[in-house]
């Protein structure tokens, strides 16, 4: 099977750079499966976990919040404010995270920043799910 390259960069690192068979991911539109020689893209992509293919049933999975997936000929780049994988992740920080980002929403506080709260939700909800 034909193979592309994937990078993931935030602005502190490169999180992943290697040989994948598919990518995943989620963006505005719902998922996203990127393959060798997919068209040009670039799309924006909601905070969720991201997978990588690399060869047969192994697969790479991380966090990503915000930022943009471009794919240009054999290679995906993901610019992403954050992307952390499996052991990067603080599974109970993330779970304290996600209850205080449900009981803000639950509380619906007027000054509440709404969006902010939501967004802290799914950052959370994204690493508890890729820390699985």
């Given at each position: 099977?034909?193979?592309?390259?994937?990078e993931v960069?935030?602005?502190?690192?490169?999180?992943?750079?290697?040989?994948a068979?598919?990518?995943?991911?989620?963006?505005?539109q719902?998922?996203?499966?990127?393959?060798?020689?997919?068209m040009?893209?670039?799309?924006p992509?909601?905070?969720?976990?991201?997978?990588?293919?690399?060869?047969g049933?192994?697969?790479?999975?991380?966090?990503?919040?915000g930022?943009?997936?471009?794919?240009?000929?054999d290679?995906?780049?993901i610019?992403?404010e954050?992307?952390?994988?499996?052991?990067?992740?603080?599974?109970?920080?993330?779970?304290?995270?996600?209850?205080?980002?449900?009981k803000?929403?639950?509380?619906k506080?007027?000054?509440?920043?709404v969006?902010r709260?939501?967004?802290a939700?799914?950052?959370?909800?994204?690493?508890?799910?890729?820390?699985k």
């Amino acid at each position: 099977m034909s193979k592309m390259t994937v990078e993931v960069v935030t602005p502190e690192r490169v999180v992943y750079s290697g040989q994948a068979e598919m990518v995943i991911a989620r963006g505005l539109q719902g998922e996203i499966g990127i393959m060798p020689n997919h068209m040009p893209l670039v799309t924006p992509l909601k905070t969720a976990p991201v997978r990588i293919k690399t060869e047969g049933d192994k697969e790479v999975k991380m966090a990503v919040s915000g930022g943009f997936m471009e794919v240009r000929g054999d290679k995906v780049t993901i610019l992403a404010e954050t992307a952390e994988l499996p052991g990067d992740i603080d599974v109970e920080r993330a779970k304290a995270a996600k209850e205080r980002a449900e009981k803000r929403l639950a509380e619906k506080y007027a000054e509440l920043d709404v969006k902010r709260a939501e967004r802290a939700l799914q950052r959370a909800m994204a690493r508890i799910d890729v820390a699985k």
